[in-house]
């Protein structure tokens, strides 16, 4: 995983906030509310069209009930 570049770095990022936003029943307005972004930020995160901060990363991974590091590893 050292050699992916961003764009499939972020794509895969997004994938796994979608997949564990809904194990956890909630909707991208939800998420988005609970971790104090905006939705349609949290939207292109999920697509994979953004490349979050750290601190938005460490927001999502609190409200979704992991690490940050969960959700950076795939």
Do not use: C, W
């Not at 050292?2 to 997949?19: A, D, E, F, S």
């Not at 988005?32 to 999502?60: M, W």
Request: glycine residues 4%; proline residues 3%.
């Amino acid at each position: 995983s050292h050699n992916l570049p961003m764009t499939k770095v972020n794509r895969n990022l997004g994938q796994k906030i979608r997949k564990l936003r809904k194990d956890r029943g909630l909707t991208q307005e939800e998420l988005a509310f609970q971790s104090r972004i905006d939705y349609s930020y949290l939207n292109q995160i999920e697509n994979g069209k953004r490349n979050p901060t750290i601190e938005i990363i460490v927001k999502i991974a609190r409200v979704l009930k992991t690490s940050s590091e969960n959700l950076l590893s795939f």
